[in-house]
């Protein structure tokens, strides 16, 4: 795992557009994102158990697997959006960026690999891309049944009760 502050350069989103500054695990929790690095799928089990997670499947997203509707799905990944419930993704090949948006409403890009897990918290804005090898292979873990509902950034959802309440929890973040 790496992150850093996205560089807001135009160009091709694969592309690292590392600005260079850096950010520590220790502020991705002040956003409520949290990071682990598990070698061994026995301490997804456990994570999965604690958190009463009942369900995973595992995603392929490359031109290989999904054909002719790669460029669609990862258009649409990369759209801003938020969602009800935490994200956990469990990278198990291949490797993707992370961008989720600080409490200035800035990005930062967070790099995932192999091993990497991930949660983002209900009600936190982001979005997500392959790299220029377009492949990553992603475990998902859900609640309930498999089911990825994003809700796209705009004004209906920026007043989501998810959002606020993301928002309150947030609220003593100080700035990086
Ligand atoms: C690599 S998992 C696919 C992306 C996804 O599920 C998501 O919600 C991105 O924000
Ligand atoms: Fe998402």
């Known amino acids: 795992m790496r992150a850093y502050w996205y560089d807001n350069e135009a ?23 949290l990071y682990c690095r598990f070698a061994d799928e026995k301490d997804v089990d456990k994570l999965a158990e604690e958190r ?13 697997k999904m054909g002719d ?4 799905k990862v258009k649409s990944f990369f ?23 600080s ?10 690999e192999k091993d990497d897990l991930i949660i983002l918290p209900a009600g936190i804005y982001h979005r997500f891309t392959t790299d ?11 609640k309930e ?7 796209n950034r705009g004004p ?8 606020k309440e993301y928002l309150q929890t947030r609220q003593a973040i100080p700035s990086q």
């Open 79 to 101: 759209h801003e959006h938020l969602h009800e419930d935490e994200e956990i993704r469990y990278i198990r090949d291949g490797a993707g960026f992370f961008d989720v948006r």
């Open 69 to 72: 509707v790669y460029e669609e």
């Open 52 to 64: 009463s997670y009942k369900n995973r499947d595992v995603i392929t997203v490359s031109p290989e």
């Open 11 to 33: 160009g091709d989103q694969r592309q690292p557009h590392d600005s260079g500054r850096e950010v520590h695990a220790e502020y991705l929790s002040q956003l409520g994102v």
């Open 156 to 163: 209906e959802v920026d007043v989501n009760p998810f959002r």
């Open 145 to 151: 049944e498999p089911k990825w509902t994003p809700l």
């Open 132 to 142: 220029t090898n377009n492949y990553i292979v992603a475990m998902r873990l859900f």
């Open 103 to 112: 409490e200035g409403d800035e990005w930062v890009r967070i790099y995932l």
